[in-house]
């Protein structure tokens, strides 16, 4: 939202409006009771100002309360409610007239992020976190991730069979210790400063076709290299150790990711 604090026919009506509001106040209020601080429970839209007493719509009148706390000040003035805490009723009505925390700063980096994709020519849909979690919704989708990101922008129906993220997560290029620690901080092992053994080093993503042994079979996954030539490889189903570097086939050398499905 470029400029949330607006009431009347200058916010954005409709079927989304709800969605709209709601996730704004939510990051607003720091997804907790305005009065209370309470987190993990269902969160309500409350005015500050009752509308039964001259109160608007406006953003900035609303805030984010727990179902006892909303129910506790029906349609008390919030000076009455708080009035045994002058802090938390200074803080309420502080935070009430602040824009979105960082909101200028979020809405120029997105910007200039879009237009450089654009400009790439890459096709690129946008949306606001509030039309994002309407698609979710209306489809039934749990929230993950790339979810949500296949739901930015118009959606009309989303097609997930058959789908599956690649998840990735940054492992970096190993360490540079001389050895291992016990929780104490005594050395108890030392390390190696080769890293490339039998032409493999840890982290290569690897296939062994076992034909021989207890361990027959074929194992894909992530290879931790030892200098004997004996590699444990992390699968899918678990960890497989004592696989000999003579039945390991490269897929993806070690880059500082780690790839799963």
């Not at 922008?153 to 097609?159: E, M, N, S």
């Amino acid at each position: 939202l470029q400029n949330p604090e607006i009431s009347g026919i200058e916010y954005q009506q409709g079927t989304l409006y709800g969605y709209e509001l709601r996730e704004y106040l939510l990051e607003k209020w720091n997804r907790k009771c305005a009065y209370c601080g309470t987190t993990g429970t269902q969160l309500e839209i409350e005015h500050i100002k009752p509308l039964s007493k001259g109160g608007s719509n406006r953003v900035s009148n609303l805030a984010i309360a727990c179902h006892s706390c909303n129910q506790s000040k029906s349609a008390q003035e919030i000076e009455q409610f708080l009035s045994g805490k002058p802090d938390v009723l200074k803080r309420v009505l502080s935070q009430a007239k602040r824009p979105l925390t960082d909101a200028a700063a979020v809405n120029t980096t997105r910007w200039k992020l879009y237009h450089e994709l654009k400009s790439i020519g890459l096709p690129v849909e946008v949306g606001s976190g509030g039309l994002t979690k309407f698609n979710r919704c209306r489809q039934n989708l749990p929230k993950t991730h790339w979810l949500d990101a296949a739901n930015v922008g118009k959606v009309d129906t989303l097609i997930i069979e058959g789908y599956q993220p690649l998840l990735i997560a940054a492992k970096g290029h190993g360490t540079r210790k001389i050895c291992r620690t016990n929780k104490y901080g005594f050395p108890i092992r030392y390390c190696s400063r080769t890293k490339i053994h039998k032409g493999f080093q840890t982290g290569d993503i690897v296939r062994a076709v076992v034909t021989k042994g207890k361990k027959i079979g074929t194992y894909v996954g992530r290879v931790a290299t030892r200098k004997s030539g004996s590699f444990n490889i992390s699968t899918k189903s678990g960890l497989v150790q004592g696989i000999s570097h003579k039945y390991c086939q490269f897929i993806h050398r070690k880059d500082g990711y780690a790839y799963r499905h």
